[in-house]
């Protein structure tokens, strides 16, 4: 048997410059953070021929055409596997469609168990890429490569996109002091709403193709709030950062009508009043949830917990997606 594991991310900055509608054209820059919140994968031979795949839906097929799970079937494809008597099941520690990343970190777990299958190595920036290949290229999702480099990478990452289509990837240089800070202070609540990313980033893609004046200007000004918070970040300026985070929600929901609603722009609005110091939502929007930094955590908390929000407390991951058995 297999198992191997991928992190969830949050973002930190610069959300929306990686997709390839904007970047091919001007480049992106993003801050993402992998977090101890993880997708598992599990593959394990049959005795009998066949797949038999777990998810949200059970699917027991005879050959990969016939599977009906597109980044599986896709997966299997691409990783060249010749076995015909698999099963593979997946877990996860936040559920899909809440815009921690969660697609992004299921293809790159289930390419790294399928390459340890065939026991090929991989790094890292490989692995992400042939996630991206699966998810933007052959299953054509209006979608940027941020999830799947993160969970490949994990740590708190700095990406550069190219309008080559390549990705630089370095850590983000802060202090072991400033890391611990912005984990203490860094709270995450979900708002209730699960929603699937792909109309509000087609969206952003249709504009940004279209040369939309507008969301191009709102990109390249979220670019450079991204570098902002980088240099931030790194000279141990919280509370700037902390700013940026305010600065740049508002930003991201000039995009898209479908980017908030009443209820999050209240519980952000509740969070503002009750100690923190900036936030946004994580992901395309719509839903999923809302990270705030707050000094003041005690009053927050008991703020978001009268709105019936529920915190999911969570710490920096610096692993990227790795085997856990083999």
Known sequence: ??????????????????????????????????I????????????????LLKYSHLEEVSSIDEIEHPIIREALKLAGVSERNLEI????????????????SFT?????????????????????EQA????????????????????????????????????????????EDTLLE???????????YSRSASKILREQHDKSMRSDEAMLENLHFVKELGRQSQRALESNNLGEFARLLDVHWRQKKERSASMSNEFINDSYDVAMANGALGG???GAGGGGFLI???????????AMRKRKLTEVRFRFEPEGTKILIQ
Not at 36 to 51: C, L, M, Q, S
Not at 89 to 104: K, N, Q, R
Not at 294 to 302: I, T, V
């Open 36 to 51: 101890d919140k993880y997708i598992y994968i599990t593959v394990h031979r049959r005795f009998v021929d066949g797949f």
């Open 292 to 302: 705030f930094y707050a000094e003041d955590k005690a009053r927050l908390r008991d």
């Open 1 to 34: 048997m297999i198992i191997t594991r991928s992190p969830l991310r949050i973002s930190l900055g610069g959300g929306g410059t990686d997709l390839p509608s904007y970047y091919r054209n001007h480049g992106g820059f993003l801050i993402a953070a992998a």
């Open 108 to 128: 790159t777990a289930l390419l790294k168990a399928l390459h340890a299958l065939r026991k090929n190595l991989v790094h890292p920036s490989e692995l992400a």
């Open 280 to 282: 946004k939502l994580i």
């Open 132 to 175: 991206c290949c699966i998810e933007m290229e052959k299953l054509r999702e209006p979608i940027g490569k941020q999830d799947q480099y993160i969970s490949a990478y994990g740590g708190i990452t700095c990406f550069e996109f190219l309008p080559d289509g390549r990705v630089q990837a370095s850590p983000l240089n802060v202090s």
């Open 182 to 192: 912005l984990e203490d202070n860094l709270l995450l609540f979900f708002t209730g």
């Open 89 to 104: 099941a997946s877990m996860a520690d936040i559920p899909a469609g809440t815009g921690l990343g969660s697609s992004g």
